[in-house]
């Protein structure tokens, strides 16, 4: 894959991640009930970011986890799901807030399959979407309630979204 355009560094990332922590806080008047919880496997550092920034500015503990929805997808057979799939879910969402959070909305298929997963063991209060990017091209009627960038797209373009524990770098860049 060439590297086409360099939409955001660590700089860039860091002022969304702060952004969109501050809309979470306002949209909710605060973080009562908030849990925050990471589509596997880049939604997971972006969680991460997320909760912590959000645990700073309003001085608390945000609870924060992951999910792996592997087994929720439409697009992979059952025989083939792998034997690593997270079978356990130890998430309370009984009555909170639920803030799925994800590098890249797409065609909204991830998504959907996390909301089964969440709903399927429990129900919250409310759901809201968090991601880093939301590059067009919706297949399901999904959106973002906190994006930090929107960028359009061709479908044959591929947005790649790097953190410093996976790739060494905070970035994301637009492959052809």
């Known amino acids: ?29 605060g973080v009562q009930d908030i849990y925050i919880i990471g589509i596997k496997s880049k939604g997971i550092p972006l969680a991460k970011m997320i909760a912590d920034k959000i645990g ?40 909170k807030t639920v803030v799925l959070v994800d590098d890249v909305l797409y065609t909204g298929r991830t998504i959907r399959a996390a909301l089964d997963y969440i709903i399927d063991n429990g129900r919250p209060k ?9 590059r067009g091209h ?10 930090g960038k929107n960028v359009p797209t061709s479908k044959n373009e591929l947005v790649q979204v790097k953190f410093k524990e996976f790739d060494g770098e905070d970035s994301v860049i637009i492959c052809e």
């Not at 355009?5 to 979470?24: C, G, L």
């Not at 792996?68 to 057979?77: A, F, G, P, Q, S």
């Not at 409310?126 to 939301?134: E, W």
């Not at 919706?138 to 994006?147: G, Q, T, W």
């Open 1 to 29: 894959m060439l590297e086409k355009a360099r939409i955001m560094d660590e700089k860039a990332m860091s002022r969304a991640v702060t952004r969109i922590s501050h809309e979470i806080i306002e949209k909710n008047k």
């Open 56 to 95: 700073q500015i309003e001085n608390s503990k945000i609870d924060c986890d992951f999910i792996d929805i592997t087994r929720y997808r439409d697009d992979i057979t059952h025989d083939k799901i792998l034997s690593t799939v997270d079978e356990n879910f130890n998430l309370d969402v009984e009555n």
């Open 126 to 134: 409310l759901i809201q979407l968090a991601v880093l990017v939301d």
């Open 138 to 147: 919706r297949e399901l009627p999904i959106r973002a309630d906190y994006v």
